[in-house]
C-alpha cells in the first residue's frame, strides 16, 4: 500500500499542455482548458444529485465520465479522490463524506487549470 498522501499530487501536469500547445496548436490548447471548467462542474452536480437520491448506478456512471475527463487532462489529484469515491460507494454515508474531498479538490482544479491558461497566455 502506498503511503503517498493524496493531496500531494499534482492537480495537473503543465508539462503536457506546453507540450499539447507545441504540437497542437494553442489555440486547440486554450479551447481544452476553458471547456474542462465546465465538464467538470456538470459531473460533480450530477454525482451530488445522485448522492442526495442515493442512486448509486447513476453516481458510478457521472464518476467514471469524470475520470474519463481527469486523465485526458492530466488531473491527478481529482481523479484520484473520483476513484475513491467511486470504490465507496457500497456505504453511502462514507462516500457522502468522500464527495466533498472531490468538490474541494474538483474546485483546486479548475482554479489550476485558469492560471495556467493565464500563465501560458492562452
Same mark, same amino acid.
Given at each position: 500500500m502506498s503511503t503517498t498522501n493524496p493531496q500531494n499530487l499534482p492537480l495537473g501536469d503543465e508539462t503536457f499542455f506546453e507540450e499539447l500547445a507545441r504540437n497542437s496548436g494553442i %489555440?486547440? #490548447? /486554450? =479551447?481544452?482548458? *476553458?471547456?474542462?471548467?465546465?465538464? %467538470?462542474?456538470? $459531473? %460533480?452536480?450530477?454525482?451530488? /444529485?445522485? !448522492? *442526495?437520491?442515493? =442512486?448509486? $448506478? +447513476? &453516481? /458510478?456512471?457521472a464518476c467514471h465520465a469524470l475520470k474519463g475527463a481527469c486523465y485526458s487532462m492530466q488531473a491527478h489529484r481529482l481523479a484520484y479522490f473520483v476513484r475513491e469515491l467511486e470504490m465507496a460507494l457500497d456505504d453511502l454515508s462514507n462516500a457522502k463524506e468522500l464527495f466533498k474531498s %472531490? $468538490? !474541494? &479538490?474538483? +474546485?483546486? #482544479?479548475? +482554479?489550476?487549470w485558469q492560471n495556467l491558461k493565464m500563465k501560458l497566455h492562452f
Open positions: %489555440v486547440m #490548447t /486554450r =479551447d481544452l482548458l *476553458e471547456s474542462a471548467p465546465a465538464s %467538470v462542474e456538470k $459531473e %460533480v452536480g450530477l454525482i451530488s /444529485r445522485y !448522492l *442526495e437520491a442515493e =442512486d448509486k $448506478e +447513476n &453516481v /458510478r456512471k %472531490v $468538490e !474541494l &479538490v474538483s +474546485n483546486q #482544479t479548475i +482554479n489550476w
